[in-house]
């Protein structure tokens, strides 16, 4: 079992960035690759980012490339999320996910945390 819990979502204003961190416990050796998943009311969950425990391979969601940067401690066994130039499409719950490869987590993760709500206002 991998336990993920998020931290760093709030309010800021459109334009503005905020930085989400994800710190995972467990058996994380099983799960290396990490990512984000986000959901809008009213709407399924988005895959957002995913980044492999090397760092070598990192996959994003169209809507945020080039806006959000994903990166890893894996001393700490903490992935990031930094958001920038946040617009108010992107409010919405972050959660944490973690899997064996990023390409499944991308569509089939393993793991989630509780997520943490980041609203953006225009």
């Known amino acids: 079992q991998v336990q993920l819990v998020e931290s760093g979502g709030g309010l800021e204003q459109a334009g503005g960035s905020l930085r989400l961190s994800c710190a995972a416990s467990?058996?994380?050796?099983?799960?290396?690759?990490m990512g984000w998943f986000r959901q809008a009311p009213g709407t399924e969950r988005e895959f957002v980012a995913a980044?492999?425990?090397?760092?070598?391979?990192?996959f994003y969601a169209d809507s945020v490339k080039g806006r959000f940067t994903i990166s890893r401690d894996n001393a700490k066994n903490t992935v990031y999320l930094q958001m920038n130039s946040l617009k108010p499409e992107d409010t919405a719950v972050y959660y944490c996910v973690a899997g064996s490869a990023t390409v499944v987590i991308k569509t089939r993760p393993e793991y989630w945390g509780q997520g943490t709500q980041v609203t953006v206002s225009s």
């Open positions: 980044i492999r425990r090397s760092g070598a391979t990192i």
């Open positions: 467990g058996h994380t050796i099983s799960s290396p690759a």
